[in-house]
């Protein structure tokens, strides 16, 4: 993986660069294909970490979620989530955020998807504690709306 600061050649699996220099995580400001511009980090899991970023081409805001590197880094894994993306653009629900693009700049993959704004429903019962029960209701009735159009188009 080639390292975006001081452009050393790193393995494929390494997470930090030999300057030190994270090969993973990308700073504010920084862009990302000569396009998006990362904003702030939106959270992250174990495959990756998704950054608020604003499209310089299309003046819009987006969701990017950069894969980690041993996720990344072999063909087999490339293709796959490949054709992950390809199943997962086919989903159109009003519950679903939409991918709009899969792409690689300098060893970082990333997809591209709808951002949508608000607090997810883990933060929302962290800071708030559990919903009431009209709205637990509401909310399990819009995910599993959204689970059946992802099942729907054969992703699950």
Avoid: W
Wanted: hydrophobic share 40%; aromatic share 6%.
């Amino acid at each position: 993986m080639i390292c975006r600061t001081c452009r050393s050649d790193n393995e494929p699996s390494a997470a930090i660069c030999r300057c030190g220099r994270s090969l993973t995580a990308l700073a504010r400001g920084e862009l990302l294909a000569g396009r998006f511009e990362i904003r702030d980090v939106i959270g992250s899991g174990g495959m990756g970490i998704v950054y608020k970023a604003h499209d310089r081409s299309l003046e819009e805001d987006v969701a990017l979620k950069v894969l980690r590197p041993e996720f990344a880094s072999t063909r087999e894994a490339a293709r796959r989530f490949q054709s992950e993306i390809k199943l997962a653009r086919k989903v159109s629900d009003r519950h679903v955020c939409r991918i709009f693009e899969y792409g690689e700049d300098a060893g970082l993959r990333y997809i591209c998807m709808e951002l949508v704004d608000g607090v997810n429903l883990k933060q929302q019962v962290q800071d708030h504690g559990p919903l009431p029960p009209d709205e637990a209701y509401e909310a399990g009735i819009q995910i599993a709306d959204g689970l059946c159009a992802i099942h729907e188009a054969g992703v699950i």
